[in-house]
Each structure stands twice: as structure tokens, then as C-alpha cells.
């Protein structure tokens, strides 16, 4: 697996969230056919995994973890649905 930076092809959006949100950074990756939203607020970060095709699995979720968290779990919260997964880690 593979996260692939693809933040540059959605800058005109991400400029507008950060004008308009207490976010202060946002990263979009890709992890094949599933999309990767980072975003880091002021006392929390919030990460969400999305693919339109199919269900996330355990096993996407604890590599994002691993590669944008560092495996630091403590404080978090996952918020899981079909084909969306929500990360919060409170700061």
C-alpha cells in the first residue's frame, strides 16, 4: 500500500476550506481507490477515509494510522460506516 500525495490537484478547495474553517492544514492523499483527508484543527486532527466503490478496511485503517499518526492511538476515536471512516485524535 501506498499513500500518494495528491494535495497540489485540490488546492483551489483547500484554500477556500482554510479561509473559511479554524483548519490550519490539510493534506488529501490516495491509497488506491480510497481518498485520504487529513486535517489538523486547533486541539484536534481529524482524518477521514472515503472510497465510493466499496467498504474500508481494518487494514487501510491501521496503515493510515501507522503512516499519518506515527501509531500514536492514544485519544483516538474511529467512527466507522460503509464506504467512510472517520479518525479524531484530540491533542
Do not use: C, W
Request: charged fraction near 25%; charge should be positive; proline fraction near 1%.
Amino acid at each position: 500500500m501506498h499513500l500518494v500525495d495528491v494535495t497540489a490537484s485540490h488546492a483551489k478547495d483547500i484554500q477556500r476550506e482554510l479561509a473559511a474553517t479554524p483548519v490550519h492544514f490539510i493534506k488529501v492523499y490516495t491509497l488506491g481507490n480510497s481518498r485520504v483527508v487529513y486535517k489538523k484543527k486547533h486541539g484536534f486532527s481529524e482524518i477521514v477515509i472515503s472510497n465510493k466503490l466499496r467498504g474500508i478496511t481494518d487494514k487501510e485503517i491501521n496503515f493510515v494510522v501507522e503512516k499519518l499518526l506515527k501509531n500514536d492511538t492514544k485519544n483516538m476515536e474511529i467512527t466507522k460506516q460503509k464506504s467512510l471512516v472517520e479518525i479524531i485524535v484530540n491533542n
